[in-house]
């Protein structure tokens, strides 16, 4: 079975006194939710990085970072790689976040550096994937991500569990408006049917894909209970400490 996966993207939230008492209000919300139950990331700023690991080193929750570089060190101004963040406590990355493509102007080309790069040194990537408002509009939405999840894996390698894709229409994304549960599944479904077809059954079976998009505690069940939504990113509901454990909790209760 795979296991529930409950990320945190924290975007450009927070400085470290923040993410410090963060972390005071919310690991005793956790009660007694273990790892065993599901995974639990928080993906801070990289300036947050260090303080949220050390303060959740007694825990079951991970950190990730939000961006990478896919060199390993050089002169490449203003970026971070792969074995910065492991130094600084990283299991998880996201990666190719809608932001980032849209704001940033990141190319596919570079999220699939950035997947290859962080497999290569042993970061599990969370990879994103979503459609606009116009390409649904025009009934392009599963040409689109099949199109993105393609091109973030050509020539990629992974095995169970090495690979979390999360699936983020970026119109629902800091909207308040979230895709329908059955839309999310719809499509999260799809996602799997694709890796089943570029690698195979068992290894699409054993990937997580999450949905993320105005994720609440108040939604978080209506998602969970579907076959193929194996968790959530959520953005700015992860920044309150007693909504964030709520929506993990609704998680572990379903
Ligand atoms: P919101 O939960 O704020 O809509 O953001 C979702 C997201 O972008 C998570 O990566």
Known sequence: MRKKVIAA?????????EAESYVN??????????AVDLEIIICPPFTCLNTLHVALQKSCVKTGAQNLFWETSGAFTGEISVPM??????SHVIVGHSERRHILDESDHNINRKVKSSLAGALIPILCVG?????????????VVKEQLEKALFEVDFTAGNLIVAYEPVWAIGTGI??????AQDMIAFIREQLAQSYNHELAAATPILYGGSVKASNMHDFILKADIDGALVGSASLDPREFSEIVRSVKNA
């Open 9 to 17: 993207n924290w975007k450009m939230n927070k400085n470290r006194g």
């Open 25 to 34: 209000d919310f690991l005793p919300l956790l009660g007694d939710i273990n």
């Open 85 to 90: 963040l492991t130094d600084c406590g990283c």
């Open 131 to 143: 459609e606009t408002l116009q390409e649904r509009q025009n009934d392009l939405a599963r040409q």
């Open 178 to 183: 979230n895709a329908s549960p059955d839309d």
